[in-house]
């Protein structure tokens, strides 16, 4: 079975330090992930995938198949990075595995 | 926005009824999803549609029912055997890839189900 994992509900940063929101996954094929962000008031969107090595609104992703992570990175945190975060798996067919979700709080 | 909508953005309930959440897209995808969100629990698929007339249950199937008679819409009928339906339900699309796969996940705004 394909599971998400992302230890952490909440994360509280302030503004210019770095974020690192943490991801892993189980699942026994070739892994296709992705982060997807919702801002307040606003609906669910992609954020970035892993194949496409590309860095969106400053942030990062790699994915570690050794350590089943797919950690999303960025150097210097700003407020409007205030969202909440899903990872997610793409496994058989078109269906997508979600983790629970990091809410990111960026204070200034 | 647009592309993906769903009515009503909320509705409310008494136990016991069916209800019907709307949703249509005019992108022109192929494939249609169903989400449930609830705090804590991030998204949990429900149902998805990946050609017209066939779907396939997802992991939260019990207690809801879907058809796909049109290309642009999926809608989802929440029944009174689901034994907690209040919760923010959640529409996607996707297209086919051109490598194979599917292409990314597009959202509508949501539906808050209230049961009173």
């Known amino acids: 079975a394909q599971r998400v994992t992302q230890p952490e509900k909440l994360l509280s940063v302030f503004k210019g330090a770095p974020v690192e929101l943490k991801c892993n996954y189980s699942y026994s094929g070739s892994p296709e992930l992705f982060w997807y962000v919702q801002y307040s008031r606003q609906r669910l969107q992609l954020l970035l995938r892993h194949i496409s090595r590309e860095s969106i609104k400053g942030f990062t992703a790699d994915l570690n198949k050794g350590e089943t992570s797919f950690h999303l990175k960025k150097p210097f945190a700003q407020e409007e990075d205030s969202a909440m975060y899903y990872c997610a798996l793409k496994g058989g067919y078109s269906t997508l595995t979600f983790g629970k979700g990091t809410m990111l709080l960026v204070s200034p | 926005d647009g592309g993906i909508t769903q009515s009503p953005k909320y509705l409310f309930r008494k136990e016991g009824q069916n209800v019907t959440l709307s949703c249509e897209q005019n992108l022109n995808h192929d494939a249609m999803y169903w989400y449930r969100q609830d705090p804590g629990q991030g998204l949990r698929l429900i149902y998805y549609?990946?050609?017209?007339?066939?779907?396939q249950k997802g992991d939260i199937a019990e207690g809801y029912s879907v058809s796909r008679e049109k290309k642009e819409s999926f809608p989802l009928t929440v029944t009174s055997a689901q034994k907690n339906p209040t919760a923010f339900y959640l529409c996607?699309?996707?297209?086919?890839?051109?490598?194979?796969?599917?292409?990314?996940?597009?959202f509508g705004p949501g539906t808050r189900l209230t049961v009173l």
């Open positions: 549609s990946q050609i017209v007339n066939d779907f």
């Open positions: 996607a699309s996707s297209s086919p890839g051109l490598a194979g796969g599917w292409n990314e996940q597009f």
